[in-house]
């Protein structure tokens, strides 16, 4: 049995899942600018020590999303894709990163296209298809979808007068896309931007559009643009080029942001929570609705002290011993040319990672078989 495939990591103290900070300030904030006066939820939330939950006692799947929104290629996409399982009653908190790349045959395409392709279909068709495709491959419920941009993401931690990061693993990344530039002909005209066009060394041709960005190890302070790169780097040298990294650097970021918005003269201060709602109700799409804020806010209090699993999915990698459940194959047209992930038992069956799912869910720190 091999257990380098999943990454648990186990705590005792997150004040809230990583889902649930972004719903919690949105919800809370909005609370506020509703009711206008103390509320019994928030009576409750500062001075009450019980908690009740009238709708979620029971387990509670969240599907948290985040595109890159605005001017950012392919703004509907998803690059964070986490499945959030919450069970209040004995306090255990389940994160699953899915892949970005995960192959889907029903979209015949990546994971990641299924918000955008149901937004262009309806209007909430995003939530609808993403929450069905989850739900295929997991084969568990997912009763609400959160999805958020990152432009919200930035003005949240400015807001907040930015955030200390601990970077564990500083990186280097000589490419990273600058907004806006994304066709810029870096001064070549003619004949010579021509054939620079046709290069498949972009970066190299064309420099003005890549930005170098450098990270060191430690506690660093971020505004919300540094954040964003900080989390969003794909083209890093060595193992912090990789999505399980930057899944990594996600988790730390936004605990960051939370304990920010968690301090005491940020909880304390309508004036800045009715702020951060302004923020999030605009970079905000879910499906969770307005009678359920005042139990989605006790659930946030209800979990502030569980235990949380961290689930992050590898492949398999010819280069390394590290075997993992999903498999890149080669290339070609079944897969559109790209490179994608498909499950290791056979592009369409998900039986392995369902049972895998399922016991990270109910039991945690499972073992590949």
Request: hydrophobic share 40%; proline share 4%.
């Amino acid at each position: 049995m091999l257990k380098n495939f999943t990454q648990s990591l186990k705590t005792h103290k997150k004040a809230i899942i990583i889902a649930l900070v972004f719903l919690f300030v949105g919800l809370f904030g909005r609370l506020l600018v509703e009711g206008a006066k103390w509320s019994p939820v928030i009576f409750q939330y500062f001075f009450h020590k019980e908690i009740d939950l009238k709708k979620t006692e029971d387990r509670v799947n969240v599907l948290f999303l985040g595109i890159g929104g605005g001017k950012h290629d392919g703004p509907l996409l998803t690059d964070t894709l986490i499945y959030v399982s919450i069970d209040p009653e004995f306090q255990k908190v389940t994160l699953i990163s899915i892949p970005r790349d995960l192959w889907i045959t029903d979209l015949k395409s990546k994971i990641n296209t299924a918000y955008s392709s149901g937004e262009a279909r309806k209007k909430d068709g995003g939530l609808l298809l993403t929450k069905a495709v989850v739900e295929k491959i997991f084969n568990q419920p997912v009763d609400y979808v959160l999805r958020i941009d990152f432009n919200g993401f930035i003005k949240a931690i400015d807001m907040v007068g930015g955030i200390d990061v601990s970077v564990q693993k500083g990186f280097e990344d000589l490419e990273y896309p600058i907004a806006g530039k994304e066709t810029d002909p870096c001064g070549f005209t003619g004949e010579e931007f021509e054939k620079r066009a046709t290069s498949s060394a972009i970066f190299e041709v064309f420099p003005c559009r890549y930005e170098h960005l450098v990270f060191k190890d430690g506690v660093q302070h971020m505004d919300g643009e540094k954040a964003l790169k900080f989390v969003r780097s794909r083209h890093a040298k060595g193992t912090e080029g990789t999505d399980f990294a930057r899944s990594r650097r996600q988790e730390i970021v936004i605990e960051a942001f939370k304990d920010k918005v968690f301090s005491l003269n940020t909880l304390l201060n309508p004036g800045k929570l009715m702020n951060l709602y302004n923020v999030f109700q605009d970079s905000i799409h879910t499906n969770i609705q307005a009678q359920e804020y005042d139990d989605f806010a006790k659930l946030a209090m209800k979990v502030k002290d569980v235990q949380v699993n961290s689930v992050v999915f590898f492949y398999s990698d010819p280069y390394s011993e590290k075997q993992g459940i999903f498999i890149n194959p080669p290339e070609s047209p079944v897969y559109n040319n790209q490179w994608v992930l498909i499950p290791r038992r056979g592009r369409e069956d998900f039986s392995e990672v369902q049972r895998h799912v399922e016991c990270e869910i109910k039991i945690g720190d499972c073992p590949l078989q």
